[in-house]
């Protein structure tokens, strides 16, 4: 069965500071991964996604992430955030029943 | 292009009634996915609707219910309200319903029960 663990429920950062939001997973099959964003009072909305090819996947507003396999994570990373990207960040993987498994969410907080 | 929308917004309910919870995909979509979010349990997978059939559920008891119309549109039931089923319903549809398939989320309805 496969699993998200999202290692940092809370992670405070400056603003144009860079950040690293993290992510592993566990699942005995080939998966595909997803970086979702939740603003306040809204619902999700899809950042970026690892399907195959290239294990560097750059997504919307500046994110990118990197798969590996090997240490079965899809960390997300942005080089200088923005006091805008205040929000709840999902990590989820595919399973073969055609559902989304999410991790418990990183709050981010970015401060002037 | 529009996304996913779905109504009410908002939702208030006493114990012991039944909900109706909205969802249109976005055009051309033919799968439909329900998932609740509560507070401190995440977002869990409810419902899985492909071409008017049910693929597959989560783990929910069986007054938690749905169907999926000829336009594609999703309607989710939940029956004998409890106090615990007050969270955000999303609703996601996705073009084709394969693993590698994209879903796209609406803004979600809160449902409340008193």
């Known amino acids: 069965a496969q699993s998200v663990t999202q290692l940092d429920s809370q992670v405070p950062v400056f603003e144009e500071a860079p950040v690293e939001l993290r992510c592993n997973y566990s699942?005995?099959?080939?998966?595909?991964l997803f970086w979702y964003v939740q603003y306040p009072n809204q619902g999700l909305q899809l950042l970026l996604k690892?399907?195959?090819?290239?294990?560097l996947v750059k997504g919307i507003n500046g994110f990118e992430a990197e798969f590996n396999k090997s240490q079965t994570s899809f960390h997300l990373r942005k080089p200088s955030v923005h006091i805008s990207d205040t929000a709840e960040y999902f990590c989820?993987?595919?399973?073969?029943?055609?559902?989304?498994?999410f991790g418990q969410g990183t709050t981010l907080q970015v401060k002037p | 292009e529009a996304g996913v929308t779905q109504s009410p917004t908002h939702l208030i309910k006493t114990r012991g009634q039944q909900a109706t919870l909205r969802c249109s995909p976005i055009?051309?979509?033919?799968?439909v996915y329900w998932y609740q979010q509560a507070l401190g349990l995440g977002l869990q997978f409810l419902l899985w609707?492909?071409?008017?059939?049910?693929?597959n559920r989560g783990n929910f008891p069986p007054r938690f219910s749905g169907r999926q119309f000829p336009n594609y549109s999703s309607e989710l039931n939940v029956n004998a309200l409890e106090l615990e089923d007050s969270a955000l319903y999303l609703c996601?549809?996705?073009?084709?319903?394969?693993?590698?398939?994209?879903?796209?989320f609406g803004p979600g309805t809160r449902l409340t029960v008193l």
């Open positions: 699942s005995s099959v080939s998966v595909y």
């Open positions: 989820a993987v595919t399973s073969n029943t055609g559902k989304l498994i």
């Open positions: 996601a549809s996705s073009l084709e319903g394969t693993d590698s398939d994209t879903q796209y």
């Open positions: 609707y492909d071409e008017g059939e049910e693929r």
């Open positions: 055009s051309g979509h033919t799968s």
């Open positions: 690892y399907l195959s090819g290239s294990t």
